[in-house]
């Protein structure tokens, strides 16, 4: 089982260095840099403007330039954004407990949302009501969830006036419409995955075998059904929960929400390479870190993965 | 004639399929003695399994009665029901897909006796479950394995296990070795038959294997398309069949001689659907000695010697 984690863990930094090369060669080869926003709009000679780019290293080979950041960052030195002079991992974890925060939330929305339908859908398969469940899934993945936010804003915030159409606020209030328009998206694939793997699971033999046992109907479900039914359900539930970790830029912005999506995509706007290659990378950990906390749950939630961990613990 | 535990009379179970009802069990009656054994033998698809789970109510029965110490079963609901789970057990045909792979064999074997409230405390039910164990000949260190560890034969016995570890008096094993393979057959057969003896069960035991319902039934019920067309002692039905597709059935088995002469019956003809079967003789389409006779109302089950029961208009014929 260790030796499993530090495998996944080893295997986080071909794919860290890969995503950091990748955004910060993007970065640079994009028409304008950092220093085009900063003097934009300031009366100041093309001299000028060359010399602050001398100054701030912007002149010297693409190469050097990442061979530098990879260093310090190897070290734990992320840098410090090109814009407001704070060092980056400053800004990123002052913004990371609201990210956290919204996955959370719109996890939960999505779980309380999705399993319930899905069980339903699947008892019910061929009934008007599962087609119907269906239906309002594939709803929720086709929704863009700018327009979906902004559709329950009107509805919510301008016509019945009870919710703050920003995500921004502390109290409990402010993050109900980012969450649920969060879950909602998240919540078709959900649905669908407990779905399919409910119908599977029901038509499996040990079912009868615990209603022969004289196991109440409820528990045969939730028991016996969704337990096994659990894995393909935690590796979609998961994989979400490890791209909202990672911040829905989208919905972070139509709420002008203060996540560290939001931070991203200021940071693209601005050419801050710094600050948005660090994001990238400190999300990208935290996404790898998530699914492997999933990974290792499978274990808990099927003794016949357990058993695989072991024996290739003993194999050597 | 011993004392009746389980009397069937005219038990129905049909399933609705878009191209009409499809007559999986249709007026099939019997009586069970207490402490013996029905053998229910027929091919593949005539309705065995379904009955035993309609006769357990796992699924529910379209029509008829099932009497359980003369108490009509078919309509319990609720508490009755779960009650009834006490007394009607079954061991089921794959021990390969019947065990909950999440469950270790001792959850397994404790779960029934947690739901039905049998015993209380942790200690008293794993002690029960080691009793079982034992009982069925599994290893006392098996408890804590995962089903997926063990193999068929040991797999089949928490099958037992967990069937026995609520007292029933009624056991339907539904083709209980059909998926193991011909040593361990042996093994769980005896096993069956040990427990039947120190424990009085009565079985309903389902089987396409007639060399095996032989050496193990005290009756014997043959089926054809979900209904039953000939039912007697075990040994009367392997001297003198009456039934023209129990006697195909029988020339079937295989005679581990040389010079035996080969006479076995080759059964002919369009098998009739068992959707929306018509009222003639559901054999008569592969039968040697149909006649206009049997394309009217089809036959009764009449008891032609004491205790032999058929089902066909020709019976006299077929005898000869």
């Keep these: ?130 087609n119907a469940a269906m239906v309002f899934a594939l709803m ?26 920003t995500g921004g606020g502390t109290d409990f209030k402010s993050i109900i419409l980012p ?31 615990a209603r022969a046992k004289g196991v109440p109907e409820k528990k045969v479900i939730n028991l016996h059904a969704l337990k096994n039914a659990m894995i393909p359900i935690l590796t979609t539930v998961g994989t979400q929960l490890a791209k909202a970790f990672g911040g829905g830029a989208v919905i972070e912005m139509v709420f002008a929400y203060p996540g560290v999506g939001k931070l991203l995509l200021d940071a693209i706007n601005n050419r801050d390479t710094t600050l ?19 990974d290792i749950l499978y274990a808990f939630v099927d003794p016949r993965v357990k058993a695989q961990y072991a024996k290739g613990g003993k194999k050597k | 004639m011993g004392e009746v535990l389980l009397e069937v009379k005219n038990l129905q179970k049909y399933f609705s399929t878009p191209r009409g009802m499809l007559h999986a069990v249709d007026n099939v009656s019997f009586t069970i003695e207490k402490g013996k054994t029905l053998g229910v033998v027929g091919e593949s698809g005539c309705g065995k399994t379904t009955c035993g789970r309609t006769i357990l109510r796992l699924t529910e029965p379209t029509g008829g009665q099932v009497l359980f110490e003369g108490k009509d079963v078919s309509k ?66 098996m408890v804590n394995s995962y089903p997926h560890e063990l193999d068929g034969g040991r797999r089949q ?38 427990l039947q003896d120190s424990l009085g069960l009565t079985y309903m035991f389902i089987t396409h294997d007639l060399a095996v319902v032989n050496h193990f039934a005290d009756d014997i019920a043959v089926m054809y398309l979900g209904q039953l067309v000939e039912k007697a002692p075990a040994e009367e039905l392997f001297d003198n069949p009456l039934h023209p597709y129990t006697k195909a059935l ?9 010079h035996a002469k080969n006479k076995r019956i080759v ?7 068992p959707i929306n079967p018509g009222e003639e003789c559901r054999f008569a389409k592969r039968c040697l000695y149909a006649d206009d006779c049997c394309k009217g109302k089809g036959p009764e089950l009449v008891e032609v010697k004491p205790g032999h029961f058929v089902a066909c208009h020709h019976c006299g014929i077929a005898n000869q």
């Design chain 1, 1 to 130: 089982m260790w030796r499993y984690i530090v495998k996944r863990i080893l295997m986080l930094i071909p794919v860290v260095i890969g995503a950091s090369l990748l955004v910060f060669c993007v970065m640079n080869l994009s028409k304008g840099d950092v220093v085009s926003v900063i003097t934009a709009g300031a009366d100041m000679t093309n001299e000028q403007i060359e010399a602050v780019r001398e100054a701030m290293g912007l002149n010297r080979p693409l190469l050097v330039r990442y061979g530098e950041y990879l260093f310090g960052m190897l070290r734990g030195d992320f840098g410090k954004s090109a814009i407001s002079n704070e060092p980056v991992l400053k800004l990123f974890f002052t913004r990371f407990p609201a990210t956290v925060k919204l996955a959370i939330a719109s996890s939960i929305v999505n779980i309380v949302l999705s399993i319930p339908l899905g069980i339903f859908s699947a008892r019910h398969q061929g009934s008007v009501a599962d």
């Design chain 1, 140 to 165: 929720g993945l086709s929704m863009p969830a700018f327009w979906l936010g902004l559709m329950l804003m009107v509805l919510f915030c301008v016509n019945l006036q009870w919710l703050p159409a």
């Design chain 1, 179 to 209: 969450a649920v328009t969060m879950g909602i998206g998240m919540m078709a694939t959900t649905t669908r995955t407990t779905r399919s793997a409910m119908l599977d699971v029901l038509r499996q033999d040990y079912l009868r075998t």
């Design chain 1, 276 to 294: 948005a290659c660090g994001c990238i990378v400190l999300q990208t950990t935290i996404t790898v870190v998530v699914l492997l906390i999933v």
């Design chain 2, 76 to 141: 319990y609901k609720g508490r009755e029901l779960a009650h009834l789970r006490r007394d009607m057990q079954i061991i089921f045909q794959d021990p390969f897909s019947s065990l909950d792979p999440r469950m270790s064999v001792s959850q397994i074997i404790a779960e029934p006796i947690k739901y039905n409230k049998l015993l209380h405390g942790k200690e008293a039910i794993d002690a029960r479950v080691l009793e079982l164990m034992d009982t069925v000949g599994l290893s006392r260190r």
């Design chain 2, 157 to 194: 016995r928490v099958g037992i296990a967990r069937a026995l570890a609520l007292n029933p008096k009624f056991i339907v094993c539904d083709e209980p070795v059909s998926a193991l393979d011909v040593s361990i057959q042996a093994q769980i057969l005896n096993l069956l038959d040990e």
């Design chain 2, 250 to 258: 029988l020339s079937a088995i295989p005679v581990p001689d040389t």
């Design chain 2, 267 to 273: 059964l002919k003809g369009e098998i009739t659907s």
